[in-house]
């Protein structure tokens, strides 16, 4: 789907939203089985992926361990279905506010969303204490891991660098939306370290000073019928185009 405008040609235009890449799990389960997944989601927000027992989610669902394993089969399928909804929760929430930007508007607007999902310790304090047990646990692994590349494209349209899509793209520009996605995860852990004393401003404005020193380039690059063999010789284009542009700024 796409959002559109109704300004000026050429002056504004919508931006493509990826269709989401899993459905939303509520929207099929029965009455009972919804509960028993909100009641996981409410005691992993509160108390972490430990309190999540079958045990708790019972109690707190007001229903028996019985109707958990009919609903879920154990507790690694309860835990599959809270990631689905967590991740439907923030796709659709990041449809919802995809806005409709002038060219020039595209980076401040895509910081802008990373330093809300930064800073939504609330909405995601569950989904980072899930991460770990996921790197162990092969079913959750594979399906956070999944959802990785819906992430990537989703950055690369924030700035207008899809192109064609992943077939065929820069390397350059396929790293970049990997790159947006490990800081958004990275500060995300230091913001629930640090907490009140953590401030993601500075990080987040190196990340659009380098961007922005560099996304003319990388328009060309995502436009142009570049292969994935030439990102060496375009990683030091680049490179060096963005020292360039530090020393003049510091002259």
């Given at each position: 789907m796409t959002q559109n405008s109704e300004g000026k040609s050429g002056v504004r235009r919508g931006l493509p939203i990826q269709p989401f890449p899993i459905e939303d799990p509520l929207a099929s389960l029965p009455k009972t089985a919804q509960k028993i997944l909100s009641a996981a989601q409410r005691l992993l927000a509160d108390r972490g992926y430990e309190a999540v027992t079958l045990e708790n989610v019972a109690?707190?669902?007001?229903?028996?361990?019985?109707?958990?394993?009919?609903?879920?089969?154990?507790?690694?399928?309860?835990?599959?279905?809270?990631?689905?909804?967590l991740m439907h929760e923030e796709f659709a929430r990041m449809a919802h506010q995809m806005p409709v930007l002038a060219h020039d508007e595209r980076l401040e607007a895509a910081i802008k969303a990373k330093r809300r999902m930064i800073l939504s310790a609330d909405e995601f304090r569950g989904f980072f204490d899930i991460l770990p047990h996921a790197i162990r646990n092969e079913e959750l692994r594979r399906r956070i891991g999944a959802l990785y590349p819906w992430w990537y494209e989703q950055n690369l349209q924030w700035l207008g660098l899809q192109g064609s899509g992943p077939e065929g793209r820069h390397e350059l520009i396929q790293g970049l939306g990997q790159l947006m996605s490990a800081v958004v995860d990275g500060l995300s852990v230091q913001a629930g370290l640090e907490q009140e004393a953590f401030d993601p401003e500075v990080p987040l404005k190196t990340l659009m000073f380098l961007i922005g020193n560099s996304l003319a380039q990388l328009e060309e690059l995502a436009t142009a019928p570049e292969s994935r063999q030439a990102g060496a010789d375009g990683a030091g284009n680049v490179g060096n185009q963005s020292a360039g542009s530090s020393r003049a700024t510091k002259g």
């Open positions: 109690a707190e669902a007001g229903v028996n361990k019985a109707s958990i394993r009919y609903n879920f089969g154990n507790k690694a399928g309860l835990m599959a279905a809270v990631v689905d909804a």
